[in-house]
T-cell receptor, first 115, second 116 residues
Framework: AQSVTQPDIHITVSEGASLELRCNYS??????LFWYVQSPGQGLQLLLK??????LVQGIKGFEAEFKRSQSSFNLRKPSVHWSDAAEYFC?????????????FGKGTRLSVIA | DSGVTQTPKHLITATGQRVTLRCSPR?????VYWYQQSLDQGLQFLIQ???????AKGNILERFSAQQFPDLHSELNLSSLELGDSALYFC???????????????FGAGSRLTVL
């Protein structure tokens, strides 16, 4: 079964600084990969997804992620963080072609932004 | 607003009680998924329905049950509640049947259940 690890429970960055959130997955082939964001009191919103093709994926709110097969990673990046980016970020992995295998989510990384 | 509506937003109840959480999927979506989010377990998949029929089952306790009605809304019933059932329960919806491919999940804002 697939699994996801987000090594960082909590990250604090200064506003305007760059950001990288780590995500490592375990799966025998190339999975479907997702990043979701959860703002306080809100549900999860999809930031971006990777299914195939170009390994650098652009998402909403200025986020991007890069799929690296050799490292089994799908790290999320943003060049300049805004205070409104403070939230919980979840990486998720899905199994291609498997309609009944649910998305597996990482435990999340909480991002704090300081002035 | 994601288009997925969950009620109630907050619910406080006592151990041993039964509650029902309701979810209305986004317009046009036929699948509904239930997830439980707790601090120690993270996001855990509970169950999925597609067009009224159960499609996938995860770590759902026997005390919990769900159904999807002809108008596609879904209800999650939690009974004989225990303190450990306190969590945020999310509903998500998607257009297609399963988790694969372009079948992206859209989440509601969640129902926070507190069992005292």
């Amino acid at each position: 079964a697939q699994s996801v690890t987000q090594p960082d429970i909590h990250i604090t960055v200064s506003e305007g600084a760059s950001l990288e959130l780590r995500c490592n997955y375990s799966y025998g082939a190339t999975p479907y990969l997702f990043w979701y964001v959860q703002s306080p009191g809100q549900g999860l919103q999809l930031l971006l997804k990777y299914f195939s093709g170009d390994t650098l994926v652009q998402g909403i709110k200025g986020f991007e992620a890069e799929f690296k097969r050799s490292q089994s990673s799908f790290n999320l990046r943003k060049p300049s963080v805004h205070w409104s980016d403070a939230a919980e970020y979840f990486c998720a992995v899905g199994v291609p072609g498997s309609g009944n295998t649910p998305l597996v989510f990482g435990k999340g990384t909480r991002l704090s932004v300081i002035a | 607003d994601s288009g997925v509506t969950q009620t109630p937003k907050h619910l406080i109840t006592a151990t041993g009680q039964r509650v029902t959480l309701r979810c209305s999927p986004r317009s046009g979506d036929l699948s509904v998924y239930w997830y439980q989010q707790s601090l120690d377990q993270g996001l855990q998949f509970l169950i999925q329905y597609y067009n009224g029929e159960e499609r996938a089952k995860g770590n759902i306790l026997e005390r919990f049950s769900a159904q999807q009605f002809p108008d596609l809304h879904s209800e999650l019933n939690l009974s004989s509640l225990e303190l450990g059932d306190s969590a945020l329960y999310f509903c998500a919806s998607s257009e297609g049947q399963g988790f694969a491919g372009a079948n992206v999940l859209t989440f509601g804002a969640g129902s926070r259940l507190t069992v005292l």
